[in-house]
């Protein structure tokens, strides 16, 4: 009898986890199994994308190895202090957003509004904070304009999530120095429309 070959690619470090199977690992520990095994099919499939189909053909003693390297990476460090602000993604390189002060009010909105959530909303979060770079020299860089895309922001799932938690830690610590900023700038955006619609009003324009 002849056996398919099944190819299962093991993770060896954090680099190696995107968002999708970090949200899922995360699932996975909270949810109740009445035993360690169905515990252990699901991290396999998981983590190392095979069906449970493919999985069952494996034996008990190479499932147990399997975990057993699993749980060694998912149990070290991550690194997530260090910002990375450069990344390969999809065949193409993409930046973190270069001035985090002076990103647009949609940007800031839907930050706030996805980080209400931040666990599930992830590759969202990623979508806005990691952009194809256009230009670069040296440090320096630009990336794409930001517009928003549901069909997109689906494909972030994929995203590593080592950059992804290191740039929301970088978010996060930034703190009440850049909601300040932000909340001025805000302002000055709604300042800026009142007087437009005040000058509206003298001309005449609008007014029924």
Same mark, same amino acid.
């Given at each position: 009898?002849?056996?398919?070959?099944?190819?299962?690619?093991?993770?060896?470090?954090?680099? /190696? +986890?995107?968002?999708?199977?970090?949200?899922?690992?995360? !699932?996975?520990? #909270?949810?109740? =199994?009445?035993?360690?095994?169905?515990?252990?099919?699901?991290?396999?499939?998981?983590?190392?994308?095979?069906?449970?189909?493919?999985?069952?053909?494996?034996?008990?003693?190479?499932?147990?190895?399997?975990?057993?390297?699993?749980?060694?990476?998912?149990?070290?460090?991550?690194?997530?202090?260090?910002?990375?602000?450069?990344?390969?993604?999809?065949?193409?390189?993409?930046?973190?957003?270069?001035?985090?002060?002076?990103?647009?009010?949609?940007?800031?909105? /839907? +930050?706030?509004?996805?980080?209400?959530?931040?666990?599930? !909303?992830?590759? #969202?979060?990623? =979508?806005?904070?990691?952009?194809?770079?256009?230009?670069?020299?040296?440090?320096?860089?630009?990336?794409?304009?930001?517009?928003?895309?549901?069909?997109?922001?689906?494909?972030?799932?994929?995203?590593?999530?080592?950059?992804?938690?290191?740039?929301?830690?970088?978010?996060?610590?930034?703190?009440?120095?850049?909601?300040?900023?932000?909340?001025?700038?805000?302002?000055?955006?709604?300042?800026?429309?009142?007087?437009?619609?005040?000058?509206?009003?003298?001309?005449?324009?609008?007014?029924?």
């Amino acid at each position: 009898m002849k056996y398919e070959e099944i190819e299962l690619v093991i993770p060896t470090s954090w680099n /190696d +986890i995107t968002i999708r199977m970090y949200q899922q690992f995360v !699932n996975i520990n #909270k949810k109740k =199994y009445s035993n360690e095994e169905e515990k252990a099919v699901d991290l396999v499939c998981t983590l190392c994308n095979v069906t449970r189909d493919e999985l069952s053909r494996f034996s008990y003693k190479d499932l147990k190895y399997i975990v057993e390297r699993l749980y060694k990476v998912m149990e070290s460090k991550m690194d997530k202090e260090t910002l990375i602000k450069k990344v390969e993604f999809q065949g193409i390189k993409h930046g973190l957003i270069p001035n985090f002060s002076a990103i647009s009010l949609g940007e800031f909105i /839907d +930050i706030e509004n996805h980080c209400q959530d931040a666990h599930n !909303n992830l590759h #969202k979060l990623m =979508y806005i904070m990691y952009r194809p770079i256009i230009k670069e020299r040296g440090e320096r860089y630009s990336i794409k304009e930001y517009m928003p895309d549901q069909f997109k922001e689906e494909d972030y799932l994929d995203f590593p999530i080592l950059a992804a938690l290191s740039s929301l830690t970088f978010f996060f610590n930034l703190g009440k120095q850049l909601k300040l900023a932000l909340l001025k700038y805000s302002k000055r955006e709604v300042d800026r429309k009142i007087i437009k619609l005040k000058k509206l009003r003298r001309s005449g324009v609008g007014i029924m």
